[in-house]
């Protein structure tokens, strides 16, 4: 059973800084494309960052230059490094797996950590 559980969700003040982490289980993360998705209250669910097939990555404008994703192969993890949080980055965080070959296609979620930017 394939598994991706996210955690490190807080209430945080605007300009402070958090790290989420995904642990995958059932699943070997080096073989799939990651990434961090988000959904806002009342809003549908966006790309914030993840890595392309390449190993480079991609993110949403808005967090250009404060987010940062990373991954321990080893620890079969990924990591979303938030800096310079704002009140608009308040949402629900998602760890996604994707996996494509050819005629295969495999998207897994976790079940998401909050994120809340507050004074």
């Known amino acids: 059973q394939v598994r991706l559980v996210e955690s490190g969700g807080d209430l945080v003040q605007p300009g402070g800084s958090l790290r989420l982490s995904c642990l995958g289980s059932g699943i070997i993360i080096s073989n799939y494309v990651m990434g961090w998705y988000r959904q806002a209250p009342g809003k549908q669910r966006e790309l914030v960052v993840r890595?392309?097939?390449?190993?480079?990555?991609k993110e949403t404008d808005s967090v250009q230059g404060r987010f940062t994703i990373s991954k321990d192969n080893a620890k079969n993890m990924v990591y979303l490094q938030m800096d310079s949080l704002k009140p608009e980055d308040t949402a629900v965080y998602f760890c996604?797996?994707?996996?494509?070959?050819?005629?295969?296609?495999?998207?897994?979620w976790g079940q998401g950590t909050q994120v809340t930017v507050s004074s």
């Open positions: 996604n797996a994707e996996f494509a070959a050819g005629s295969l296609r495999y998207t897994y």
């Open positions: 890595f392309t097939s390449t190993g480079r990555t």
